[in-house]
């Protein structure tokens, strides 16, 4: 039978059905449309929430790449590595800078299958050529992702892509809020690969993050930089702090207190070949001088030990700080000093003798300036690998928070001056102090050994 006598038949058997027959065939047929209407948005509701799962589950592994480690370095490779085994790709990669002008560009961060390794290294130079310019170029004017090779329709993969063995790449830019762009890239290598439009919002979606993470990333490197920088100036400053120090109390030693002793032996030199036959004003007069002299003679010399006091130079960190005791108790006799001295100067590591004995004086006349103490501890000990000063006071006290953040006296800027010198030396410094309890300044560095000799962890 042919079609045009199949139709025909049909249309004769319609025919002979009732009015009532083809109504309820038409209403049969409405409820069946009906039915697949529905089924069909159940599939594409059902679509839509697979993809959001999808969504979810990749953002999950993404977030715990980023938790799961405080090496920023790791972070950001661990990142490459889910970001490979979401999309099943062989290569993932981040490039810097994402700029078609550059003269260079590096591979920092990389993930890569075994049988697909990167010839680049992470820290090697990629030479400037016209076709990665044009890929950061694209991706840079592009808002979504650019898909590469023989099956995406915007170009060929690169030559120096082609020598990674990728066939086909998807990149996007990525604008971090520190520094220039960079460029976010995945290479499938095994075989050529069509990127469909969900990889691509995926890719897209989960850019974003990265950005966010790669941003966290070179705050905080920036950060560590700008923190060795500034240690390595406050160690230069206290360090020419120091030689300067040491220039003007051999400068009062050798000139000034040189010349005044001068003086002194003048007068009273002239003292004694005047004698008894001099007149009485006379030899008030010179004596009077002579006994400035000798006053100015002292102070220089208290000047010079304040400093850079030559036993610091001459005996260690223990006697000079005996001395420094000795002449804060001639100073301040009001205030009773008591001594917790329990190591000798070999337990002093060279390198902080000097820091040793300048964070001891900076405490010891901070607290006789501001803290009304009646007495003051000092204490000098050695316990394991750890090396601790603490200065304790039954002063007035204060709020240690407020005064380092707002240090508006001499107070703030003297702790904060002595965090800084703590912090350059590898020590750790911590005030404990309470407005009405007094003040314990404790400093303590790492040794890297114990009195025996044993290599501390």
């Given at each position: 039978?042919?079609?045009?006598?199949?139709?025909?038949?049909?249309m004769?058997?319609?025919?002979?059905?009732?009015?009532?027959?083809?109504?309820?065939?038409?209403?049969?047929?409405r409820?069946?449309n009906?039915r697949?209407?529905?089924?069909?948005?159940?599939?594409?509701d059902?679509?839509?929430?697979?993809?959001?799962?999808?969504?979810?589950?990749?953002?999950?592994?993404i977030?715990?790449a980023?938790?799961?480690?405080?090496?920023?370095?790791e972070?950001?490779n661990?990142?490459?590595?889910?970001?490979?085994?979401?999309?099943?790709?062989?290569?993932?990669?981040l490039?810097?800078?994402?700029?078609?002008?550059?003269?260079?560009?590096?591979?920092?961060?990389?993930a890569?299958?075994?049988?697909?390794?990167i010839?680049?290294?992470?820290?090697?130079d990629?030479?400037?050529?016209?076709?990665l310019?044009?890929?950061?170029?694209?991706?840079l004017?592009?808002e979504?992702?650019v898909?590469?090779?023989v099956?995406?329709?915007?170009?060929?993969?690169?030559?120096?892509a082609?020598?990674?063995?990728?066939k086909?790449?998807?990149?996007i830019a990525?604008?971090?809020?520190?520094?220039r762009?960079?460029l976010?890239?995945?290479?499938?290598?095994?075989?050529?690969?069509k990127w469909?439009?969900?990889?691509k919002r995926?890719?897209?979606?989960?850019s974003?993050?990265i950005?966010?993470?790669?941003?966290?990333?070179?705050?905080?490197?920036n950060?560590?930089?700008?923190?060795?920088?500034?240690?390595?100036?406050?160690?230069?400053?206290?360090?020419?702090?120091?030689?300067?120090?040491?220039?003007?109390?051999?400068?009062?030693?050798?000139?000034?207190?040189?010349s005044?002793?001068a003086?002194?032996?003048?007068?009273?030199?002239?003292?004694?070949?005047?004698g008894d036959?001099?007149?009485?004003?006379?030899?008030?007069?010179?004596?009077?001088?002579s006994?400035?002299?000798?006053?100015?003679?002292?102070?220089?010399?208290r000047?010079?030990?304040?400093?850079?006091?030559?036993t610091?130079?001459?005996?260690g960190?223990?006697t000079?700080?005996?001395?420094?005791?000795n002449?804060?108790?001639?100073?301040?006799?009001?205030?009773?000093v008591?001594r917790?001295?329990?190591?000798?100067?070999d337990?002093?590591?060279?390198?902080?003798?000097?820091?040793?004995?300048?964070?001891?004086?900076e405490?010891?006349?901070?607290a006789a300036?501001?803290?009304?103490?009646?007495?003051?501890?000092?204490?000098?000990d050695?316990?394991?690998?750890?090396?601790?000063?603490?200065?304790?006071?039954d002063?007035?006290?204060?709020n240690?928070?407020?005064?380092?953040?707002?240090?508006?006296?001499?107070?703030?800027?003297?702790?904060?001056?002595?965090?800084?010198?703590?912090?350059?030396s590898?020590?750790?410094?911590?005030?404990?102090?309470?407005p009405?309890r007094?003040?314990t300044?404790?400093?303590?560095?790492?040794?890297?050994?114990?009195?025996?000799?044993?290599?501390?962890?």
């Amino acid at each position: 039978m042919t079609l045009k006598e199949a139709i025909h038949h049909t249309m004769k058997k319609d025919e002979r059905k009732t009015k009532s027959e083809l109504l309820y065939e038409l209403r049969f047929q409405r409820l069946e449309n009906q039915r697949l209407e529905e089924r069909l948005d159940r599939d594409i509701d059902d679509f839509a929430d697979q993809r959001q799962l999808k969504y979810l589950e990749n953002t999950a592994l993404i977030d715990k790449a980023i938790r799961q480690t405080t090496d920023l370095d790791e972070m950001m490779n661990d990142l490459m590595g889910v970001l490979r085994a979401i999309f099943g790709c062989d290569q993932t990669w981040l490039l810097h800078p994402c700029d078609p002008k550059a003269l260079n560009w590096r591979l920092p961060f990389r993930a890569v299958s075994p049988k697909h390794p990167i010839p680049f290294g992470p820290n090697d130079d990629l030479p400037a050529t016209p076709d990665l310019a044009e890929n950061c170029r694209l991706a840079l004017e592009t808002e979504g992702p650019v898909p590469l090779g023989v099956n995406n329709t915007i170009k060929d993969i690169p030559k120096e892509a082609q020598e990674a063995a990728a066939k086909s790449a998807l990149l996007i830019a990525l604008h971090p809020k520190v520094g220039r762009p960079w460029l976010l890239g995945l290479h499938q290598c095994a075989d050529e690969r069509k990127w469909t439009d969900e990889e691509k919002r995926m890719f897209q979606d989960i850019s974003s993050r990265i950005t966010d993470a790669l941003s966290t990333t070179l705050f905080y490197q920036n950060l560590e930089l700008n923190q060795d920088r500034l240690k390595h100036l406050s160690s230069q400053l206290f360090h020419a702090q120091e030689e300067e120090r040491k220039r003007v109390a051999q400068e009062i030693h050798d000139e000034l207190g040189q010349s005044v002793i001068a003086i002194k032996m003048g007068v009273e030199n002239a003292l004694f070949i005047m004698g008894d036959e001099a007149p009485e004003s006379i030899r008030k007069s010179l004596q009077s001088a002579s006994n400035l002299a000798k006053e100015m003679v002292e102070k220089m010399r208290r000047m010079q030990t304040s400093l850079y006091p030559p036993t610091l130079r001459d005996f260690g960190a223990i006697t000079a700080i005996n001395g420094l005791l000795n002449n804060f108790t001639n100073i301040y006799s009001s205030i009773v000093v008591k001594r917790g001295i329990h190591i000798v100067e070999d337990d002093i590591p060279d390198t902080l003798r000097v820091n040793v004995f300048r964070l001891a004086q900076e405490a010891l006349y901070n607290a006789a300036k501001h803290s009304q103490a009646d007495s003051i501890t000092v204490v000098l000990d050695r316990l394991g690998c750890n090396l601790f000063l603490e200065v304790i006071d039954d002063g007035i006290g204060f709020n240690p928070a407020k005064t380092i953040r707002y240090p508006d006296k001499r107070l703030g800027l003297g702790l904060t001056s002595m965090h800084e010198r703590a912090e350059m030396s590898d020590g750790f410094m911590k005030i404990e102090s309470r407005p009405g309890r007094g003040t314990t300044i404790r400093v303590v560095w790492k040794l890297p050994t114990d009195r025996n000799g044993k290599k501390c962890k």
